[in-house]
Protein backbone atom coordinates (compact mmCIF):
# COMPACT_ATOMS: atom_id res chain seq x y z
CA UNK A 1 0.00 0.00 0.00
CA UNK A 2 1.57 3.47 -1.16
CA UNK A 3 1.05 6.74 1.26
CA UNK A 4 -0.13 10.03 0.23
CA UNK A 5 -0.50 13.14 1.99
CA UNK A 6 -3.40 14.89 1.86
CA UNK A 7 -3.46 18.66 3.15
CA UNK A 8 -6.92 19.81 4.17
CA UNK A 9 -8.21 23.16 5.98
CA UNK A 10 -8.55 22.86 9.78
CA UNK A 11 -11.80 22.82 10.01
CA UNK A 12 -12.43 20.25 7.53
CA UNK A 13 -10.22 18.12 9.43
CA UNK A 14 -11.81 18.26 12.43
CA UNK A 15 -15.21 17.83 11.26
CA UNK A 16 -14.00 14.64 9.15
CA UNK A 17 -12.79 13.27 12.54
CA UNK A 18 -16.56 14.09 13.99
CA UNK A 19 -17.80 12.58 11.09
CA UNK A 20 -15.60 9.44 11.47
CA UNK A 21 -16.00 9.42 15.19
CA UNK A 22 -19.52 8.91 14.58
CA UNK A 23 -19.38 6.20 12.18
CA UNK A 24 -17.20 4.47 14.93
CA UNK A 25 -14.36 4.63 12.09
CA UNK A 26 -11.16 6.35 12.62
CA UNK A 27 -10.35 9.62 10.31
CA UNK A 28 -8.10 7.26 8.13
CA UNK A 29 -10.49 4.72 7.39
CA UNK A 30 -13.31 7.32 6.81
CA UNK A 31 -11.28 9.17 4.51
CA UNK A 32 -10.20 6.12 2.41
CA UNK A 33 -14.01 5.42 2.47
CA UNK A 34 -15.01 8.69 1.07
CA UNK A 35 -12.27 8.18 -1.68
CA UNK A 36 -13.57 4.97 -2.43
CA UNK A 37 -16.95 6.04 -2.91
CA UNK A 38 -16.20 9.22 -5.00
CA UNK A 39 -13.88 7.52 -7.09
CA UNK A 40 -16.74 4.77 -7.93
CA UNK A 41 -19.66 6.88 -8.22
CA UNK A 42 -16.54 8.33 -11.15
CA UNK A 43 -16.45 5.31 -12.38
CA UNK A 44 -20.05 4.52 -12.71
CA UNK A 45 -21.15 7.68 -14.10
CA UNK A 46 -18.33 7.36 -17.02
CA UNK A 47 -20.06 3.64 -18.07
CA UNK A 48 -23.23 5.46 -17.90
CA UNK A 49 -22.35 7.72 -20.02
CA UNK A 50 -20.22 5.36 -22.54
CA UNK A 51 -23.58 3.20 -22.34
CA UNK A 52 -25.71 6.08 -23.17
CA UNK A 53 -23.53 7.26 -25.99
CA UNK A 54 -23.21 3.51 -27.52
CA UNK A 55 -26.75 3.69 -27.53
CA UNK A 56 -27.06 6.88 -29.35
CA UNK A 57 -24.99 5.59 -32.12
CA UNK A 58 -26.59 2.80 -32.52
CA UNK A 59 -29.81 4.12 -32.93
CA UNK A 60 -28.32 6.83 -35.19
CA UNK A 61 -26.99 3.95 -37.50
CA UNK A 62 -30.34 1.70 -36.94
CA UNK A 63 -32.89 4.10 -37.64
CA UNK A 64 -35.06 2.54 -35.16
CA UNK A 65 -35.65 3.98 -31.80
CA UNK A 66 -38.24 4.14 -29.41
CA UNK A 67 -41.24 6.34 -27.99
CA UNK A 68 -40.89 7.48 -24.60
CA UNK A 69 -44.30 6.89 -23.06
CA UNK A 70 -43.69 3.53 -24.51
CA UNK A 71 -40.50 3.51 -22.42
CA UNK A 72 -41.88 5.72 -19.22
CA UNK A 73 -45.04 3.02 -19.18
CA UNK A 74 -42.36 -0.27 -19.05
CA UNK A 75 -40.10 1.51 -16.27
CA UNK A 76 -43.24 2.40 -14.39
CA UNK A 77 -44.93 -0.74 -14.50
CA UNK A 78 -41.08 -2.38 -13.33
CA UNK A 79 -40.85 -0.57 -10.70
CA UNK A 80 -44.09 -1.63 -10.01
CA UNK A 81 -42.80 -4.99 -9.82
CA UNK A 82 -44.75 -6.08 -13.01
CA UNK A 83 -43.02 -7.87 -15.87
CA UNK A 84 -44.21 -6.01 -19.05
CA UNK A 85 -43.72 -6.54 -22.67
CA UNK A 86 -40.45 -4.48 -23.81
CA UNK A 87 -41.48 -1.85 -26.10
CA UNK A 88 -40.90 -2.53 -29.67
CA UNK A 89 -38.49 -0.31 -31.66
CA UNK A 90 -39.80 1.60 -34.42
CA UNK A 91 -38.44 3.74 -37.13
CA UNK A 92 -37.48 7.09 -35.79
CA UNK A 93 -39.01 10.46 -37.30
Same mark, same amino acid.
Given at each position: ????? *?????? *??????? $?????? *????????? =??????? $????????? =?? $???????ML????? %? $??E???? %???????????E????????
Open positions: MSTTS *LKIPEE *LKQRTVD $AAQRQG *LSPYAFMVN =AIEQTVL $ATEQRASFI =AE $ALAAEQEESGLG %Y $AADVHR %YIKARVAGKNPRPEAIPSA
